[in-house]
C-alpha cells in the first residue's frame, strides 16, 4: 500500500541539500554563474500545473467520475497524478534544500561581495519557487486519495 509522504522525509531532504550547497558554495562560488529571478521561479510553472491538476482530480474524485467510461478520468491517470506528486516531492525539497544552503552562505556576503547582492534575489526566488512546489506535490497527493469506503455497520441514531 502507498503511504503519503512523510514532512519529516521532506525535511531531511531539505537538510542535507542546504549542507552540500553551503559546501560547494563556500568553496566554488567564485566559479558560479550569476543567478537570475528566472532560473530561481523555474519550477513555479510546475507547481501551478500540480496545484491545478489536484483540483481536477479532487473534483472528478468527488463526483464519482473515476472509471473508464465517457468522460470519466481512468484510474490510471489519477496513478499517474500520485506518481508526479511523489517525484515533484523529492525535487522540491531537493531544490528548497541548495537554494537554502545557497543562501546561507550568499546572504551575509551582500556587503562585502557585489555578485552575492546580486544573486540573492534569484536564489530567494528560487527557495520560494521550490517550497511552492512541495505545497503543491502535497496538494496533489492529497487529492489523489481513494475516498473512504463506506461501513457495513447499520446506521446510528
Avoid at 513555479?44 to 491538476?53: C, D, F, K, R
Wanted: hydrophobic letters at 55%; glycine letters at 8%; charged letters at 15%.
Amino acid at each position: 500500500m502507498l503511504k503519503p509522504t512523510r514532512v519529516l522525509d521532506l525535511a531531511l531532504n531539505v537538510v542535507v541539500a542546504a549542507a552540500v550547497a553551503w559546501i560547494a558554495t563556500r568553496f566554488a562560488y567564485s566559479s558560479f554563474p550569476s543567478i537570475s529571478v528566472a532560473a530561481g521561479a523555474s519550477l513555479l510553472p510546475v507547481a501551478a500545473i500540480e496545484a491545478t491538476l489536484g483540483f481536477a482530480i479532487r473534483a472528478k474524485i468527488a463526483d464519482e467520475q473515476i472509471g473508464d467510461g465517457p468522460g470519466q478520468m481512468h484510474p490510471i491517470n489519477v496513478a499517474r497524478g500520485v506518481a508526479l506528486a511523489k517525484a515533484s516531492l523529492q525535487v522540491g525539497s531537493l531544490a528548497a534544500g541548495v537554494w537554502l544552503g545557497f543562501l546561507l552562505w550568499v546572504f551575509p556576503q551582500r556587503g562585502t561581495v557585489t555578485a552575492a547582492a546580486t544573486d540573492s534575489p534569484g536564489a530567494v526566488v528560487g527557495l520560494l519557487a521550490g517550497s511552492a512546489l512541495v505545497a503543491a506535490a502535497l496538494w496533489l497527493e492529497y487529492c489523489c486519495r481513494a475516498p473512504e469506503d463506506p461501513t457495513d455497520d447499520p446506521a446510528t441514531t
